[in-house]
């Protein structure tokens, strides 16, 4: 099923890069990963091998919500050390 983000009031789209201060061991990983999974606004959460940590997509109804998210949720995640957000103008697939 597709469901229409717009219709349901979630249609900002915003993709977060999140560089983590440390990965060695499993403890930073771990906290990161429960706490991200309380955010209700986080789409997927995706932790990558590359130049950044993990990927995240954040849904909410507009750039002022995902303001206040980012400021009270994601910026106060476990281990984080710098996020990068990109607003999404348009989903091709």
Do not use: H, W
């Not at 201060?21 to 429960?34: H, I, M, P, Y």
């Not at 909410?60 to 206040?68: A, G």
């Amino acid at each position: 099923a597709q469901l229409d983000m717009d219709m349901l009031g979630f249609g900002q789209l915003t993709v977060v890069q999140v560089t983590l201060a440390a990965t060695g061991g499993d403890n930073s990983l771990d906290a990161f990963n429960r706490a991200v999974q309380k955010i209700p606004e986080v789409e997927s959460c995706l932790m990558l091998a590359g130049q950044y940590d993990y990927l995240l997509t954040i849904r909410t109804r507009d750039m002022k919500q995902f303001r206040d998210v980012l400021g009270d949720s994601i910026n106060k995640l476990p281990g984080i050390l710098q996020t990068t957000s990109y607003a999404v103008m348009e989903t091709v697939i």
